[in-house]
Each structure stands twice: as structure tokens, then as C-alpha cells.
């Protein structure tokens, strides 16, 4: 099975499912098998393509393994996102400082810090 973070929620996905695209979210993608957790990355956002013989194809902008990041430097970074977005002052600052606090919260909830 697999757990994907999909923009509508946890997304499940065993041999048999329904045909599906899924966008995701940034958040955890979770590989299970024999009913354990055999990975865990982090994906910052993409596509999960669920064909008809079960196969999923997932299209992801970053795609890393969740043991390969620092809990301080994440948490360094929603820091330093939440200071950018309140010292902004343009539009596109704003933006690109809430995409950072999004990924960065996301990170942070994954790890569990």
C-alpha cells in the first residue's frame, strides 16, 4: 500500500484501485508493505497517477526520504519563512514566503517537532 498526501486528504492505494489522479500536497508518502512502514519521504508537491493494473506513478517537485532532514533546521527555516512573510511587502514576497511556511509546517508536522 501506499499513503499519499493528496490535496483532498490521505490518499490510500491498493492493488485494485480505481483509476485516479490525485494532486498532492506537500506532506508525508508512505510505502508500506506486510503491513509496515518500509519508507517515508517527503514530498513538496506533484501528481500521483493511479493506473487500472496498479500501478502508481508518482510526478513529485522534490521527493526526499524523511530520515535525511534535521528537525533544528527545519524548524530554522519555518522561522526564517514566518519572518520573511511578516517582512513583506510586495505580493510575490508574501507569496513565496507562505509556500515556504506551508512546506516548511508540513516538515515540521512530519517530523513531529
Sequence with gaps: MV???ATTGQ??????HVPT???LKP????VHEGGQVKTQYFVSSGFAFIH???VTDVIAIEAVPLDKFDPEEVKK???DCTQKLNAATTDLERAQAQIGIEVHGALTSALGV
Aim: proline content about 9%; overall charge negative.
Design 77 to 79: 527555516g519555518l522561522a
Design 3 to 5: 499513503i499519499l498526501p
Design 27 to 30: 506532506g508525508v508518502l508512505s
Design 11 to 16: 490518499m490510500g492505494v491498493l492493488p485494485g
Design 52 to 54: 487500472a493494473n496498479s
Design 21 to 23: 489522479i490525485a494532486e
